[in-house]
């Protein structure tokens, strides 16, 4: 497996930085995407599908007649690229989307599975997200796993604050430290026992028999729930363990680059897991934990936790007071299932949906229509369409039922909302 040797090992300064990252990236795009798949399936994640940046950044009021803007920064393989473009096209939305990338070679993959779909409107940059003022601003701007490989994050947070309109939004994602306990002793291990002699093959190579040699005491063999190391390919496993320039974030840190950049943060994603009361039922300290303000909350929520391997959140200009996710359903409300389960085979009767995150199984009680509303909530039937169709009971009876859903799944990012 020999490949191209980038230039690796301790950058001297930020341009030696970035050319260390955008070699990987010729080398690995990532993540590993074949563009035949493209006639399979379609890819859903979050951030940047179109119900979760309605839901969270317009109130349920995305205005769908109005061309809408987007950028892709730090695009990659083109995972959000294809999703929210294919979802922009399915809503008939008239969308100007650009996609820009340091790596001529993910970029190349980005456009061929553009190309398998027939997606128009993109528009391909080969760049920095730090070199964008001409490119205009835009109505929404994703971000996902990018500004925790540049050299000093805050220059692309406050790039991408420059480039958003003035009721737009930013759906980003970096990592998170404790979730990714682990990662950084053996990145450690790897940096001291590889060097600018090994081209990328021969690292990976010595990776895996790293991992292999390790004892299962290995805090990253202790950690289950990353998986891009067994099941990303090279290119997930050099990304997890060989990158050169990677920094984690504490919710506190995030907080702090979000408001230093002139940003205004809406919401994490999922929103439950950022609340001490998601998992604490003892009155004594949630009255001691009503004393802090959101971002301790959140912070506390996180060590609590201790599964966070990413954070994604949701964000506007700090002077956009307007943006926000809707109050709650009322019978015009559109509700959406959002990165669906299959609920055909699931019978009438059952009594809670379980949902697992990151190693947290959580059982939401379910009323007793929860199934038949769940398996209605496509995104075009309204809360009032469904009452109808699944036997009409009045609003007051109805309204309870759907609450027990939506408040728990909301938190979730599964149910949300749209006010077509
Ligand atoms: C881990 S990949 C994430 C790709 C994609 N956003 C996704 O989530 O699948 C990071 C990407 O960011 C790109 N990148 C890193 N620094 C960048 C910069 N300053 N400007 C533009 N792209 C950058 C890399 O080339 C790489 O494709």
Known sequence: ?????????????????VATVKAQYEDLPYPERNPAD????LLLGSPSGLPEIEHYLYGGRLDRSKPFRVLVAGGGAGDALIMLAQQLADAGVAADIHYIDLSTASRAVAEARAEVRGLAGITFHTGSLLEIESLGLFDYIDCTGVLHHLPVPQEGFQSLARALAPQGGLGLMVYGALGRTGVYDMQAMLRAITGAEDDSGAKVTVARRLLDASPPTNRLLRNPYLTDHKEGGDAGLYDLLLHSTDRA???PELAAEIDQAGLRLVSFVEPARYDPGFYIRDKELLTRLSALDPIERAGFAELLAGNMSKHIAYC???DNADAGPPEGPTAGAVPVLNLSPDFKGVASGLKELPITLDGLTVKNPLPPLGIEMLKRCDGRRSLDTIRREIGGLDWFRFKPQFDMLYKPLSGLNKLLLRFP
Do not use: I, L, Q
Not at 38 to 41: C, D, I, N, Q, S
């Open 249 to 251: 974030y504490r919710v």
């Open 1 to 17: 497996m020999a490949r191209s040797k980038p230039s690796r090992g301790a950058a001297k300064n930020k341009s030696d930085t």
């Open 38 to 41: 493209e006639k399979k399936r």
């Open 316 to 318: 506007v200009r700090a």
